[in-house]
């Protein structure tokens, strides 16, 4: 299995920016459709952001669409999460995922079929 770490939450003020990084391991990050899940204190995780292998596909739910954006570099091994605009309600732990997909266009929204998770990292919006 791929090994997932993930760096760069913190407490910013609402509508600031901060970007996240997932970093893989062990095996290529280029095997796997990846996701962006965030768990705010007694919610259901829930995805905020999915990306296809080669990247040409993404998805986003209505909750952050047109503030967050997702994206890979298969060569360093990393994907990305760039949250603009951030709001109080955007406070959760995220974490990234990974799903070992033979297509290099399919993206994977649900969050049971992810395979491997890295141990989240806490982002913070205060108004």
């Known amino acids: 299995q791929v090994r997932l770490v993930e760096s760069g939450g913190g407490l910013v003020q609402a509508g600031d920016s901060l970007r996240l990084s997932c970093a893989a391991s062990?095996?290529?990050?280029?095997?796997?459709?990846m996701g962006w899940f965030r768990q705010a204190p007694g919610k259901e995780r829930e995805v905020v952001a999915a990306?296809?292998?080669?990247?040409?596909?993404?998805y986003y739910p209505n909750s952050v669409k047109g503030r967050f954006t997702i994206s890979r570099d298969n060569a360093k091994n990393t994907m990305y999460l760039q949250m603009n605009s951030l709001k109080p309600e955007d406070t959760a732990v995220y974490y990234c995922a990974a799903d070992f997909r033979t297509s290099q266009k399919t993206i994977t929204i649900t969050r049971s079929e992810y395979d491997s998770w890295g141990q989240g990292t806490q982002v913070t919006a205060s108004s």
């Open positions: 990306i296809s292998r080669n990247g040409e596909v993404t």
């Open positions: 062990v095996r290529p990050l280029s095997y796997y459709a």
